[in-house]
Nanobody, 112 residues
């Protein structure tokens, strides 16, 4: 049974930081590109970042370039998203994915 479980969401003030984690089980974690997405209220799901299987290559969407950092620990079957300089527009549910598998999401709220 495949599971991806996100954690680390919460509420933060503008300018703050959060670190999301996504731990996988039931898959050969180290062979997958891993991705983070988010979905705000009333908006489509937005791709944020991708990391290659070995972690050497990373790609970011325009809205998060320079603020977010994706990383992974294959030994722990975990992918991370370090989010800095958060703004209210970053509010939403954040999801990780590996291939066709998705987590259940974790809520991030940025508000003063």
């Amino acid at each position: 049974q495949v599971q991806l479980v996100e954690s680390g969401g919460g509420s933060v003030q503008p300018g703050g930081s959060l670190r999301l984690s996504c731990t996988a089980s039931g898959i050969r974690f180290s062979i997958y590109d891993l991705r983070w997405y988010r979905q705000g209220s009333g908006t489509q799901r937005e791709w944020l970042a991708t990391i290659s299987p070995d972690g050497d290559d990373t790609y970011y969407g325009d809205s998060v370039t320079g603020r977010f950092i994706i990383s992974r620990d294959n030994a722990e079957s975990t992918v991370y998203l370090q989010m800095n300089h958060l703004q209210p527009d970053d509010t939403g549910v954040y999801y990780c994915s590996a291939g066709t598998y998705w987590g259940q999401g974790t809520q991030v709220t940025v508000s003063s």
